[in-house]
């Protein structure tokens, strides 16, 4: 599908940005409320702290109704993006090649598919162009363009996530960035922009949220035919990951309960492990 | 039987019996013994290693030492049945005694079992493996073995035969010649069963979910993994894991036992293992120590901790090919080793106890501490343990660090109450014949494994969300029997099964 400028279902807030391409190449699709998205943006070569980042804050803001958009690359990209969807949240992916020209590794060919069917897959370029070095920092104003804010978990001195950045501050829109280690190369350029005064410190999504969040319609729970342990354990996880022990105590319930309660859950696709024992909510 | 022996010329023929050893099977030995005119010579026929042949100097040098006289004539030793290879010294005495008999300084038709090496001054020494002999020859009617006093105690754990401990040759021949004869060796007692743990489980605080996957495990005899940062009390929770092992019964004491006499790990102070078996082998350990092996075969650390426990620390460091070596006896309860012209089956029922971290710094996932892994590191590192091997492996659980507020909190439950609920599930498996669910086999478990439509739905559920393999299909059925069990309940409900599939999430 291609939309130009001029078609109402262009999206709004790109359409607002002076150098918006004139066609965007789509699969898959925007609905409303996409144009309350946040763009999830990195390094492709994240360490796990960043992608333990990415993953909690891309399915934070998943889970509050915000659409996480991103550039399907390595690293921090692709981990906001799955994220978003394993949260059963939309997420969007700006492509820096023609839709049919993408050739990532096969886990992220394999995302790509996912996104098209959970949410939109954009180029401006025609479905058959590779795509080139210069394609990609500067399809990066379309993520900016898209989002009313950027967020830079980790970015190395030079970065194409500062592209991003830099572009969303040439749109007036609100740029934050998340503090790593002061020692490490990953979390320089992040550093850079809370020093320079350009981005604002993200900590977690309320951060976020507290700047996009007002425009958000106001979510419900979803009511599940769920027993008692069954919502108390889903209510336990349904803001952040914990761990089976932990759930356990605070319920005050045996950890075997817990577990087979998660299990059960799990198999209805309401939560999800991430690992070691640790869980969390899905919403659909 | 006994040999005569005229002057000069005549021909003497004797024999006696021995037992031989491959793996844990043991079978009686004819050791035949012919002593000729000719020149003067000895010869061991009947497929016998190196150690054997050897035997030949030993015995010359113990009978002329021990004021016999070795005749200077052609010997020809020869072990029956001649087909199978036989090793080790536990041949000497046997052989010994047979020449003794054919030059006709022997005169008695006492038929023992002979069991010990020969030192060149005459006297007894232990051999491996006492036990599975001295029990073979038992169960085939033997009522006499000979042996050295160092293993006279191992030996006397056979109650149906009468055990002579000698220390010397001389000894040996006065008791058979009835001038001296040697008491029985009594009874060994069976003693305290020593099993425990060197940490209770009162003493653990927290880790809800890890002392449930273990009280499973040693419920059901199920491996476990405990996934988790250094200092989170991984290693805490393994060494109090024999604590809550059931009762060491006689038999599985006497199998284990077996075991550790064949690789030479018994002694006069320690003739029967007091205490269920718990093995911590280091991860430098090779493929062969870990699984066994070498020519001729010893059994290894698997092995060794049949019928009890195996503690593998820091699992992926462990080298890749002892780990999938792990495959076979974790899924059998047994290995076989194939050696040229040797092949030795060791039993190895043991529970899979291992630890590791969660990445190779050691905090992916800790609330408190840094993780310094790229994400494909993590990945790799948790990619060591194959997926044939962690599906081997029916419990995973994640062993978070300890929050100071639950490290106060209420008193732990203490290991002798955890193992009582462990001895009412094991009572439930051995009325099924077995001694623990993990080794129920599936006619049996099909049997005994009645599902209620609701049980079955969901397991059906888990089929189709495709997170069971086969394998995986029947061993999450077999823990969920045992968490049934655990609450002495018959049909097992969806909970237990629901918890089953918990615990056997990927890692």
Redesign the interface.
């Given at each position: 599908m291609i939309l130009t400028r001029a078609d109402p279902s262009y999206p709004a807030h790109l359409a607002q940005c002076p150098d918006a391409p004139e066609a965007l190449h789509v699969r898959g699709a925007f609905v409303r409320g996409d144009e309350i998205a946040v763009a999830v943006v990195g390094t492709r070569?994240?360490?796990?702290?960043g992608?333990?980042v990415a993953c909690d804050l891309a399915r934070d803001l998943a889970l509050s109704g915000v659409t996480v958009v991103s550039g399907l690359a390595h690293g921090i990209d692709e981990?906001a993006h799955r994220a978003a969807l394993d949260a059963g949240g939309r997420t969007i992916a700006v492509l820096g090649c023609g839709l049919a020209a993408f050739h990532g590794s096969i886990a992220r060919r394999r995302l790509l598919e996912r996104i098209a069917t959970g949410g939109a897959v954009v180029s401006e370029y025609d479905d058959d162009f590779a795509g080139a070095a210069w394609t990609f920092p500067v399809r990066n104003r379309i993520i900016a363009g898209l989002t009313l804010a950027t967020v830079v978990v980790e970015a190395g001195a030079p970065s194409g996530a500062l592209i991003t950045a830099a572009r969303a501050l040439d749109y007036d829109r609100a740029v934050f960035a998340v503090p790593g280690?002061i020692y490490g190369a990953k979390s320089i350029g992040c550093h850079r922009l809370i020093t320079e005064g350009r981005a604002r410190l993200c900590r977690r999504a309320a951060d976020v949220l507290a700047e996009v969040g007002a425009m958000l319609p106001a979510r419900e729970r979803p009511r599940l035919p769920l027993s008692p342990l069954e919502r108390a354990v889903f209510e336990a996880v349904f803001a952040e990951a914990r761990?089976?022990?932990?759930i356990?105590?605070d319920a005050a319930r045996?950890?075997?309960?817990v577990?087979?309660?998660?299990?059960?859950l799990e198999?209805r696709d309401l939560v999800r492990?991430v690992?070691?024992?640790?869980f969390v909510a899905r919403v659909s | 039987m006994a040999a005569l022996a005229a002057e000069g010329t005549a021909r003497g023929l004797a024999t006696t019996r021995a037992c031989a050893l491959w793996g844990l099977d043991a079978q009686l030995v004819r050791v035949e013994v012919d002593v000729a005119p000719g020149l003067p010579s000895m010869h061991v026929v009947g497929l016998a290693d190196a150690a054997i042949r050897e035997a030949r100097e030993r015995v010359r040098s113990a009978v002329r030492n021990s004021g016999f006289e070795f005749p200077l004539r052609r010997i020809t030793v020869n072990l029956a049945p001649a087909d199978r290879r036989k090793e080790g010294t536990g041949f000497d005495l046997a052989i010994a005694v047979g020449v003794l008999r054919a030059s006709g300084q022997l005169q008695s038709t006492a038929d023992p079992l002979l069991v010990a090496e020969l030192a060149l001054d005459g006297s007894l020494r232990p051999v491996r493996g006492c036990l599975p002999r001295v029990a073979a020859a038992a169960a085939r009617g033997v009522d006499e073995v000979v042996v050295s006093r160092e293993n006279a105690s191992e030996a006397a754990a056979v109650d149906t035969l009468a055990v002579r401990a000698a220390r010397t040759l001389r000894e040996v021949v006065a008791h058979l010649d009835s001038t001296a004869p040697i008491v029985g060796e009594p009874a060994a007692p069976l003693g305290e069963d020593t099993s425990g743990g060197e940490v209770d489980f009162a003493d653990i605080a927290?880790?809800?979910?890890a002392?449930?996957a273990l009280e499973i495990a040693a419920a059901g005899g199920h491996n476990v993994l405990l996934?988790?940062p250094p200092g989170t009390g991984k290693t805490l929770l393994a060494r109090a894991f024999p604590g809550i092992l059931p009762a060491f019964t006689p038999r599985e004491r006497f199998e284990a036992s077996v075991v550790h006499s064949v690789a030479g790990l018994l002694g006069p102070d320690r003739p029967l293992l007091a205490a269920r078996p718990y093995r911590a082998p280091h991860h430098t350990l090779s493929a062969y120590a870990l699984v066994g092996g070498a020519s001729p075969p010893r059994p290894g650390e698997v092995s060794l901790a049949h019928r009890g426990a195996l503690f593998l620390d820091e699992l992926p460091e462990y080298p890749a090919a002892a780990l999938e070596a792990l495959r076979e006896p974790l899924e059998d309860g047994r290995i076989t080793i194939s050696r040229a012209g040797a092949a030795a089956t060791y039993p190895a029922r043991t529970i899979l106890v291992a630890a590791m971290n969660?990445?190779a710094c050691g905090f992916?996932?800790d609330a408190e501490r840094?993780?310094?892994?790229?994400?494909e590191?993590?990945a790799r590192y948790r990619a060591r343990i194959s997926g044939p091997l962690l599906d081997r492996i029916d419990l995973r659980?994640?062993?978070?660090r300890v929050q100071a507020a639950?490290l106060r909190s209420v008193s732990a439950e203490p290991s002798h109450a955890i193992r009582e609920r462990v001895e009412g599930a094991r009572r439930a498996a051995r009325a099924r014949g077995v001694l623990a669910n993990a080794e129920l086999p599936l006619s049996a478990l099909r049997r005994w494994s009645r599902l209620s439509d609701q049980t079955h739905a969901?397991l059906e559920?888990?089929v189709a969300?495709d997170?069971l393999s086969s394998r995986g299909y029947h061993r999450v059925i077999r823990v969920a029997r045992t968490?049934a069990d655990l609450e002495s309940s018959a049909e097992i409900a969806?909970?237990?099964l629901?918890?089953a599939?918990?615990?056997r999430?990927?890692?």
């Open positions: 070569s994240m360490t796990s702290y992608e333990r981990t280690s761990h089976i022990d932990e356990a105590r045996p950890v075997e309960e577990s087979a309660t998660l299990t059960l198999l492990g690992g070691d024992g640790r | 927290g880790q809800a979910s002392r449930r996934v988790g969660p990445c992916f996932g840094e993780c310094r892994c790229l994400p590191q993590v659980v994640g062993v978070p639950a969901l559920l888990a969300k997170r968490i969806e909970l237990h629901a918890e599939l918990s615990l999430r990927e890692l």
